[in-house]
């Protein structure tokens, strides 16, 4: 693009000198480190040489004082260490500044002054010290949100004192690598458009890319919101819910001062270990610490400590392989999952102390020392306790009763003896009585007499008595017995945790929004979702409304997000006849290749078609190359075949991959990942046919940034 010189010379002099202050910075940060280096050393050295009477005296009876001159040593050396974390961090900010300052600039004039401000945006902010005037804002400061949402004129953006008017007469985005201006160019829409549809030409990369640079408007309203405590996102698949659930990471972790988040303040609830590795990058990239992320059932193993549970990809490789109880596995979740299988929960929740608790009297010495209806009143009482708190307290009730009424102190022996009577009726076993629920016919009946109950109810009462003899815990019933566990015994876990954000919303089922809203009672939500990405159900808007009621937050908001940032235009319209055609999907009209179906007549010639269709695209220059199965069981048939004539992984539940190069995934394991080229590669009538198929060949095939193509052997499926 050509610049008028004199611009263009004004930018390499600004680069220059904001180079040169960064460099200055970087220096003085390092000389700091330095000595902060030799302080900690001697500080350590000093606590070794006037402490080692204290640790040796931490265990005798003067403990405490032992204690108390430790730390007085102690602190000094932990403070330093802090501050030599906090510089390091800043080195590497300024290390990452010097390569790349700024990507984007606004001129700025305040409403009430006559000049515009030079506005310059990168990724960290660069102030001089001396003067406080700041040489490159923060991508995440207030006045960056009007590069983001404004063109040219009027506009404004809302700082922690108010909002901020202005007018912008100029927007301007540079590309600047290893210190070089590169070039750089005055944005309108077009040319912002042109700029992006050239970055998404690009190849994808192992890991999930930042995009400050390009964020729509749009994702910038989510990204910065601080309005609401549940903020909700439908957008369509490659609509950037997952970058936006990054950078509002990264934002919260950066605004305002008082309300700031640090990293363990914030959860991601992310499908799959596989995509937790491929979002990693990015809040490092953006100079932030990673949150924690979790998978939803390594929370529900973190509830239910002992028991083995099946993972959600087990379940859905068990649903689409499992053809003779597919329709009782999918009855099981849907009814267990629901707001009727809550309401009968919940009574049986209330019924507990009266049905299920063998209250008996506490004899001590041959004398009663409590009656059980004192005991059952005791608990009954006092209703916003846990129960399981509730019995817990109880022993000790029980045991003063004894001191009280002895006026002695009984001995550890007689107290373990009392305790194992007690806890006959205190410990609660919730398994066994979720056993006992669904096995007692006539009172899982007599609860449920208000409530809707499926034509199948009995079949799904037989199926799930079954299960609950094994001694693993199925998907649906790990849920059902997590949610009992909470509701009995409350929750310690995750304290600190003041937002979390949920990717793929879709999966989740009303009981795991129940037992979200246990665990995270007083947290924010951002919840992101696409309901034509279901696998295994059908989801429609009301679920947004479903959540809204169970997490039942102050403020709400649900934003709508159609255009897709992944896919070619061909492949987006080959995509959407998977979908209702209700659903408008935009794309940035990316031209490629329209996707192809491939049939063969049988296994050697479709190996044959799938092996030149990947060489193909390793010579267009593909990265990574996904090829797409139906199932596990397909996808390891697939690599038995392959695997001696290319190097191709498998990808399998827990599976550890970067994504570059070729791998075999089956479909529910490729959400939220994409690949440059995708083959679907067991597209026949035997695997896909019904309306849960044509969901899965949507997330499959939305999958494919440039290249998209379908193969199969004997009869081709009806749905393409
Ligand atoms: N504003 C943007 N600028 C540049 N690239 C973007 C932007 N928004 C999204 N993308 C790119 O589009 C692709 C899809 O983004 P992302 O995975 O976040 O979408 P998604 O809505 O979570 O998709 P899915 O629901 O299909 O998993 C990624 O390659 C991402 O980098």
Request: charged share 30%; proline share 2%; with cysteine.
């Amino acid at each position: 693009m050509e610049n008028n010189q004199s611009e263009l010379n004004f930018e390499k002099e600004r680069l220059e000198k904001t180079i040169m202050l960064a460099k200055k910075q970087l220096n003085q940060a390092r000389q700091k480190n330095e000595e902060n280096k030799s302080a900690i050393i001697s500080a350590k050295k000093e606590l070794r040489e006037n402490t080692s009477h204290s640790i040796s005296a931490l265990w005798t009876s003067d403990g405490f004082e032992a204690l108390a001159e430790l730390s007085q040593y102690l602190n000094p050396v932990t403070d330093k260490i802090v501050d030599y974390e906090e510089v390091e961090n800043k080195i590497l900010l300024l290390e990452n500044l010097i390569k790349s300052p700024y990507f984007a600039r606004i001129d700025f004039k305040f409403d009430g002054e006559d000049i515009f401000e030079k506005i310059y945006i990168g990724r960290s902010s660069l102030m001089k010290d001396n003067s406080y005037e700041m040489y490159v804002y923060d991508w995440r400061s207030p006045i960056a949100s009007v590069f983001y949402r404004f063109v040219m004129g009027k506009a404004f953006y809302d700082a922690p004192g108010g909002r901020i008017t202005g007018e912008v007469n100029l927007k301007r985005q540079y590309e600047i690598n290893n210190g070089v201006l590169e070039y750089f160019f005055d944005a309108d829409v077009q040319i912002v458009d042109e700029f992006l549809r050239k970055l998404l030409s690009q190849n994808t990369s192992s890991k999930m890319k930042t995009i400050v640079e390009t964020i729509q408007k749009e994702q910038d309203i989510v990204i910065r919101d601080m309005e609401n405590d549940l903020m909700m996102v439908q957008g369509v698949a490659g609509s950037g819910k997952t970058s936006i659930a990054l950078h509002r990471a990264a934002y919260l972790m950066y605004q305002g001062l008082s309300s700031k988040l640090s990293s363990n303040n914030i959860i991601i609830i992310s499908p799959n270990s596989l995509f937790e590795q491929y979002i990693s990058n990015v809040l490092p990239e953006l100079g932030e610490d990673n949150v924690v992320s979790v998978v939803f059932e390594e929370m529900l193993t973190t509830i239910l400590r002992n028991e083995q549970i099946q993972s959600r990809n087990q379940f859905l490789e068990n649903l689409i392989t499992n053809s003779g109880y597919h329709d009782i596995i999918k009855s099981c979740i849907e009814f267990k999952t629901s707001h009727q299988f809550l309401e009968i929960l919940n009574l049986f929740l209330c019924d507990l102390p009266h049905r299920w608790i063998a209250f008996e009297d506490v004899y001590y010495d041959g004398q009663c020392i409590v009656s059980k209806e004192i005991l059952k009143e005791k608990i009954l009482g006092r209703k916003e306790v846990p129960l399981g708190m509730k019995l817990k307290q109880l022993e000790e009730f029980i045991l003063e009763l004894i001191y009280e009424s002895k006026k002695i102190r009984i001995k550890k022996s007689e107290e373990f003896i009392i305790k194992n009577q007690i806890q006959k009726f205190t410990e609660l076993n919730v398994l066994n009585l979720y056993r006992k629920l669904i096995s007692d016919r006539e009172y899982f009946y007599r609860l449920s007499k208000d409530s809707e109950l499926p034509d199948c109810i009995e079949d799904i009462l037989i199926f799930t008595e079954e299960n609950l003899s094994t001694s693993f815990l199925y998907y649906d019933d790990a849920a059902v017995l997590a949610y009992l566990y909470l509701k009995i015994n409350g929750t310690n876990y995750y304290k600190n945790i003041k937002q979390v954000v949920i990717d793929e919303a879709q999966d989740y089922y009303p009981l795991h929004y129940e037992i979200l809203n246990i665990m995270f009672a007083n947290s924010k939500f951002t919840i992101l979702g696409d309901i034509n990405q279901t696998l295994e159900k059908k989801e429609d808007l009301s679920l947004y409304g479903q959540i809204r009621e169970i997490l039942n937050k102050k403020k709400s908001s649900l934003v709508t997000m159609d255009k897709s940032f992944r896919c070619t235009n061909e492949i987006l319209i080959y995509s959407s006849k998977f979908i209702k055609q209700s659903i408008e999907i935009k794309s940035f009209n990316r031209k490629g290749d329209e996707p192809k179906v491939f049939a063969a007549d049988n296994q050697l010639s479709l190996n044959e078609m799938i092996i030149s269709e990947i060489k193909f695209c390793q010579e267009k220059g593909y990265q990574s190359i996904g090829l797409i199965c139906k199932t596990e069981k397909n996808a390891l048939s697939l690599f038995e075949c392959l695997k001696d004539r290319l190097d191709v992984t498998l990808i399998k539940n827990k599976s550890e991959a970067d994504l570059q190069g070729v791998f075999i995934i089956p479909v529910y394991m490729s959400k939220g990942l994409e690949f440059d080229a995708v083959l679907i590669c067991d597209t026949d009538i035997t695997n896909y046919y019904s309306e849960d198929d044509k969901k899965l060949l949507y997330i499959g095939c939305t999958r494919a940034l440039h290249r998209l193509n379908l193969f199969s052997k004997g009869e081709v499926s009806p749905l393409l």
